[in-house]
């Protein structure tokens, strides 16, 4: 998943966005327009602590948008109303309201229903704060730039629906940064997304020491610069706490728009966002090791997320970090009680305190009768366990992969050649 993002938007990384290629089912936008401009005196109001945000969807043709809820407080109960127009919200007529050839709008999905005798309206239930939001689908045949402007309001239980529709039809006129009401759902096609580029730069790092890296953008569209960091394939997996490198600066883009994380390069999705608009852009960032970090080798992924697209500009590098200190493997401990539960027991690679607590890994083990391990068993789960049956013909065995797979179904093992009856967890 990545990160709901508009950009220069002021909920720009506050929340999540699922889109699904050719799914039917998805959101567009959500927002409310506080029930005091909205509602006469004596309606019912929503509650107090109930703040919802909007930004801007943008969409590669053949996806489907789907908002993660907004981040309500309170437990407002109510309907939301969804306006879907071809001009921007502030004809109170509503002459341009309604959906355009390229979108669909699937309102049965999480209860909504079309709002019968005015186009491009719909409504959905609120309940103790959880809230439907119609799917909203890009034809694959939309052009680039192709634009619909949706609205929203909040009616809440025991108001005039009628009045938060009106509310939605004309939401850019109440719309603010404070509380966005309104927004767009817009095309960007492969081709268009194509003209932005990403270029990293990333030496080698100091153990105990700061360096800067650089990463170039060239930006077609406004949009969101993502930096992520990970370990590479010729090691293990990292934990989220065992690797101190830091950002400690960020340097370059429009001032205030980037966005360091405090913590780990290896604790976080992203290390580094920044709000990006339309040009030319360098961005250095600043990693501060640690005295006693290891020599891992880092791989950095960077992507400029301009819509919801598998085809946002990306660029990926790696940089080593010269260290004294090897990056060391990590064991388990697999321990069979007498009731055939297996334990495993974690690896920490402290010579101290060298496994963690144990904790249940599978059960049915009191069946074999000899256990030996084939291979190492990692932390990050590679290895293999073999166990005898003692039933078995002579010469037979099954075999079971522990660290992979709890609850594996056992293979025979006959004369030294393995032939496993299923790869697939027992169900």
């Not at 789960?381 to 073999?386: I, K, L, R, S």
Request: net charge negative; proline share 9%; glycine share 10%.
């Amino acid at each position: 998943m990545m990160p709901r993002f508009e950009p220069g938007g002021a909920f720009s990384l506050t929340t999540r966005l699922h889109v699904f290629r050719g799914a039917a089912f998805g959101v567009g936008l959500t927002a409310m327009v506080a029930s005091s401009s909205v509602f006469s005196p004596g309606q019912a109001v929503a509650d107090s602590g109930f703040v919802p945000t909007v930004s801007n969807l943008y969409l590669e043709p053949g996806y489907t948008g789907h908002p993660a809820d907004p981040p309500l407080k309170g437990s407002p109960e109510g309907t939301y109303v969804y306006a879907f127009s071809k001009q921007p919200l502030t004809d109170p007529s509503w002459a341009a309201g309604g959906l355009p050839e390229w979108l669909t709008v699937d309102p049965p999905s999480y209860a909504c229903v079309a709002y019968p005798d005015v186009p491009g309206i719909f409504t959905c239930p609120v309940a103790r704060g959880e809230h439907g939001q119609p799917p909203v689908y890009a034809h694959k045949d939309a052009v680039n730039g192709a634009t619909v402007y949706e609205g929203v309001a909040f009616a809440p239980a025991g108001s005039d629906i009628g009045v938060a529709v009106k509310a939605a039809q004309v939401a850019a006129t109440t719309s603010g940064p404070a509380r966005p009401s309104a927004a767009v759902v817009q095309i960007k096609t492969p081709e268009q997304l194509a003209k932005s580029t990403v270029r990293l730069s990333t030496p080698n790092v100091l153990v105990n020491s700061s360096t800067a890296q650089t990463v170039q953008v060239h930006a077609e569209d406004a949009g969101v610069l993502a930096l992520s960091f990970r370990s590479t394939p010729e090691e293990r997996k990292w934990d989220s706490t065992e690797v101190d490198i830091h950002i400690t600066s960020v340097d370059g883009g429009p001032a205030g728009t980037c966005s360091p994380s405090a913590y780990s390069i290896a604790a976080v999705e992203d290390a580094v966002t920044c709000d990006l608009p339309e040009g030319d852009h360098t961005v250095s960032y600043t990693l501060t090791t640690g005295a006693k970090v290891a020599a891992w080798k880092v791989g950095v992924d960077a992507e400029y997320r301009i819509a919801w697209s598998a085809y946002n500009p990306k660029s990926a590098s790696t940089f080593a970090v010269t260290s004294p200190y090897p990056v060391r493997e990590r064991y388990d401990l697999y321990a069979r009680r007498s009731n055939g539960q297996l334990y495993r027991y974690l690896g920490t690679g402290n010579g101290t305190a060298p496994y963690q607590a144990s904790t249940l890994y599978d059960f049915g083990w009191d069946q074999y009768s000899a256990l030996t391990a084939l291979s190492p068993l990692t932390v990050h789960e590679t290895g293999d366990v073999v166990a005898r049956v003692p039933a078995a013909p002579c010469g037979t065995s099954a075999a079971r992969v522990a660290p992979t797979a709890p609850g594996h179904v056992p293979g025979s093992v006959q004369g030294g050649t393995s032939t496993p009856r299923s790869s697939a967890p027992a169900t």
